[in-house]
């Protein structure tokens, strides 16, 4: 196992993560430059909290990616990537905060599911898919899109741009469709940007 302090800009709060499983000088590089960057933007809303976290990210080479109750990001070592640990790094910047930052944006882009029951009972019937409000959605939807992976989402695009818009554009999302070039300029790029500055303003040694 090893340790990786991060602390969290504009404050004297830090987050300890504990990395384990797989751990190989490659993919524990990936992973701490991938916090890091992780922190360097989001750092404001994390420290907004006023709580030091103990997280444990478990690397396997089997199993999914996610992020699990207990502070624990269970990741799979085969093909991953900064995309994908920062998902599961939003994940649990939302969780800390009571999922509450996903509903935020969900509520300010007025997107939801219209049937949430039907949705569940006939998963690959558009019709009851997420619908996303104030569009693009970061990446294209699917029939497991919902608030907390439209926000995961949201913050992996804001931090990684240029990837979310070739993903976009791969899944048929272009965000050219709704007159965007950058996430940056789109509902949810600003939304994020706006929960950062925010959270800057209320730090006090920010
Ligand atoms: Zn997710």
């Known amino acids: 196992m090893t340790v990786h302090l991060v602390r969290l800009g504009g404050s004297i709060l830090r987050h300890e993560f504990r990395i384990e499983g797989m751990v190989q000088p490659s993919l524990e590089a990936l992973v701490t430059r991938t916090i890091d960057r992780f922190y360097a933007v ?7 909290l006023g709580v030091e976290k103990v997280y444990t990210v478990h690397l396997e080479q089997k ?3 996610n992020y699990a109750p207990g502070n624990r990001l269970n990741l799979n070592t085969l093909n991953l990537t900064e995309w994908t640990i920062t998902h599961e790094l ?3 910047l939302d969780a800390a905060h009571g999922w509450r930052l996903s509903q935020q944006m969900r509520a300010h882009t007025g997107s939801g599911f219209l049937f949430k029951a039907l949705h569940y009972a006939r998963p690959a019937w558009k019709v009851f898919w997420y619908r996303v409000g104030s569009p693009p959605p970061p990446c294209g939807v699917d029939k497991n899109f919902n608030s907390l992976e439209d926000f995961a ?11 979310a818009h070739r993903r976009a554009e791969q899944r048929g ?3 050219e469709k709704w007159g965007y070039t950058h996430f ?3 509902p949810r790029g600003q939304f994020f940007a706006n929960l950062l500055n925010r959270e ?3 730090t006090p040694s920010g």
């Open 63 to 65: 199993g999914g990616n």
């Open 173 to 175: 999302y272009a965000y």
């Open 184 to 186: 940056h300029e789109t």
């Open 90 to 92: 939003a994940h649990a």
């Open 42 to 48: 989001t750092g404001p809303l994390a420290a907004s």
């Open 153 to 163: 989402e949201t913050v992996t695009a804001y931090i990684f741009p240029a990837e």
């Open 200 to 202: 800057a303003i209320k």
